[in-house]
């Protein structure tokens, strides 16, 4: 079968490998039908993800059709429409019952597929523990809407989840890439007073504008006086932190107004600086890291529903077998490409 393989270094290519087969009880192995390119590969193939294994097929966000299911997964039978998870995790140790998922002590926990071991960004893909990272698509959702609940979703519903939203709250969003963009319509369920969104594309404040009226948008430029001119009380009452910039953790703290939460869900490239003595006062809540995911029925239920829609982030879609011209085309933003779908 064909596979996108992080063949070295800085070198990805499509090979011809075998179709995986069962390993485990609580494996299956899915029919990929679609999946999705994420800035995470992008992070594998400039060498910011040490862990990263070369040999691995790439891919850690798609949905697909059970193949074949081993004999501990109960819940799932050959031909079931299923949601990919991007974390493998046990479900029975420390972590797991407290639903911190993303730090299961499981030798293949937490973001294996696509990274340590081979992903979605082929014809088939084994998934380990399938009893808890593959999650049935309702007959209602399609595809194309069910394609980013395993990740970027998830990602979105936790970070949102974690940051207490209330009504009274004016939250501030920073970055519109497509994970402040599925963080923004998570944010926006919880209804809260006001939502800020800071994105320095202006092409991604327009798309921001046109499908979000609800919200105010701005420019990292402009953001902190902004936040202080529409908020009640010196700041943001919540700060997501999603785009992951050069100075935007700097913007997360200074923007948000004292005893804040300050989420933190953007992946750096490099250290950033936390000026404790600066902010000394300001009596800030952080919070940091990558997505427990494991909020994906709920996130299907709010797709068949209606209350999620992310269809408008799938600006492309390339077969499998054009994989490389569709990582060149994101890779470079151009084309005013948010999200590329790929058909295997
Ligand atoms: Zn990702
Ligand atoms: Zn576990």
Redesign the pocket.
């Known amino acids: 079968m064909l596979a996108y393989t992080y063949a070295a270094p800085g070198i990805f290519a499509l090979k011809d490998k075998p179709k995986p087969t069962l390993q485990h009880p609580r494996d299956a192995i899915v029919r990929v039908t679609l999946a999705s390119i994420c800035t995470s590969d992008l992070h594998i193939k400039h060498g910011s993800v040490p862990r990263a294994v070369p040999g691995i097929t790439l891919g850690h966000e798609m949905v697909g059709v059970v193949e074949e299911v081993g004999a501990d997964v109960p819940q799932l039978r050959p031909g079931d429409r299923v949601a990919v998870n991007v974390e493998t995790?046990?479900?029975?140790?420390f972590?797991?019952r407290h639903g911190y998922?993303n730090n299961?002590?499981?030798p293949n926990?937490g973001w294996a597929l696509g990274c340590r071991i081979d992903g979605g960004q082929a014809e088939y893909v084994r998934v380990p523990y399938a009893d808890q990272g593959l999650t049935k698509i309702p007959d209602t959702v399609s595809d194309r809407q069910a394609l980013f609940t395993g990740d970027l979703l998830a990602t979105g519903f936790w970070a949102t989840r974690i940051s207490r939203i209330t009504p009274e709250d004016t939250v501030l969003l920073l970055g519109a890439g497509p994970t402040g963009l599925c963080t923004l319509q998570c944010v926006l369920l919880k209804q809260p007073k006001g939502v800020i969104v800071c994105e320095k594309s202006p092409q991604q404040r327009d798309f921001v504008r046109q499908n979000y009226p609800q919200v105010r948008v701005v420019s990292p430029r402009d953001v902190r006086a902004f936040t202080l001119a529409h908020t009640d009380h010196g700041g943001a009452d919540v700060v997501i932190e999603a785009a992951g910039g050069e100075d935007t953790f700097q913007l997360a703290w200074q923007c948000a107004r004292p005893n804040a939460v300050v989420t933190v869900v953007a992946m750096y490239d490099a250290p950033q600086t936390l000026p404790l003595p600066e902010m000394y006062g300001k009596n800030l809540t952080f919070q940091t890291g990558g997505v427990d995911g494991c909020d994906c029925p709920e996130i299907l239920s709010l797709l068949a529903q209606g209350k999620l829609d992310t269809t408008a982030l799938i600006t492309h879609t390339f077969p499998l077998a054009e994989i490389d011209a569709a990582y060149d085309l994101f890779a470079h933003h151009r084309d005013g490409v948010i999200k590329v779908a790929i058909v295997p």
């Open positions: 995790f046990c479900g029975t140790c972590f797991c998922v299961c002590t499981d926990g």
